[in-house]
């Protein structure tokens, strides 16, 4: 099993910075992905970043690339989302998720995390 509980989500202006957290904590998790999604009221859940725990490669959505970052603390075993430039249609539940390397569901969830950014 593996526990992820996310921090960091509030409410900030258009433009502005958050870094969102996700501790891990349960099984070891240096063969796995772990990788952030966002749901948006009323919209699917969608895929934003994604990093390879041991190699630290890093994945993004094109919409997302530039302005997102990815990384993660192997002392802490925690993830990290840093998004800068922020704008309305950034505000969403941010979720940390962890799969797998060897499959392609991830299948741990935390329980999220809310972004809100104000025009």
């Known amino acids: 099993q593996v526990q992820l509980v996310e921090s960091g989500g509030g409410l900030v202006q258009a433009g502005g910075s958050l870094r969102l957290s996700c501790a891990a904590s349960?099984?070891?998790?240096?063969?796995?992905?772990m990788g952030w999604f966002r749901q948006a009221p009323g919209k699917e859940r969608v895929f934003v970043a994604s990093?390879?725990?041991?190699?630290?490669?890093?994945y993004y959505a094109k919409s997302m690339a530039g302005r997102f970052t990815i990384s993660r603390d192997n002392a802490k075993n925690t993830v990290y989302l840093q998004m800068n430039s922020l704008k309305p249609e950034d505000t969403a539940a941010y979720y940390c998720?962890?799969?797998?390397?060897?499959?392609?569901?991830?299948?741990?969830w935390g329980q999220g995390t809310q972004v809100t950014v104000s025009s």
């Open positions: 990093i390879n725990w041991s190699s630290g490669t890093t």
């Open positions: 349960g099984r070891t998790i240096s063969n796995w992905f």
């Open positions: 998720a962890a799969r797998p390397s060897s499959g392609n569901q991830y299948v741990y």
